[in-house]
Structure formats: structure tokens, C-alpha cells
């Protein structure tokens, strides 16, 4: 399975990159768990000095996936 979630270091600066081109980096559980816990992780590291979440490819991100809410 693809990691929904991308994490790196350059510098001082955490970046954090939504990785689900297929769905435009739309959001769902796991890209929004992915999200906070690349931030507690990068927040507990004294050597951070910013934080920066993106997307990849074409879109930052599509909003949320409706098909994934559609049950709910």
C-alpha cells in the first residue's frame, strides 16, 4: 500500500506531502490521522522551525472524498 502521507526533514523545516495523486489528495481518515501525526512528530522535534503540508502533482487537495463519506 502507498503511504498516504509523506514525511521529510531539509533543515529546519518539516514538510509534510499528502500523497494520493489518484484521488487529487482528497481527504480521508487516513490522510487526516497521516496529517496529525506527522505534526506531533515534527512539533516534538526542538530542531523544527516551520511546518509546511502540500500535495503532490497537480492538486494540494481536492477536499474531502466523497466516496469514502458516502456510508456515513
Not at 3 to 23: D, F, M, S, W, Y
Not at 37 to 61: P, Q, R, S, W, Y
Request: hydrophobic share 50%; aromatic share 4%.
Amino acid at each position: 500500500m502507498t503511504q498516504v502521507v509523506l514525511v521529510e526533514t531539509i533543515g529546519k523545516v518539516g514538510l509534510i506531502r499528502i500523497n494520493r495523486p489518484e484521488a487529487m489528495n482528497a481527504l480521508n481518515n487516513d490522510v487526516v490521522d497521516g496529517i496529525g501525526a506527522a505534526i506531533d512528530t515534527l512539533e516534538a522535534d526542538d530542531h523544527i522551525g516551520c511546518i509546511v503540508i502540500t500535495g503532490n502533482e497537480k492538486a494540494f487537495a481536492a477536499g474531502a472524498d466523497i466516496g469514502f463519506m458516502k456510508d456515513f
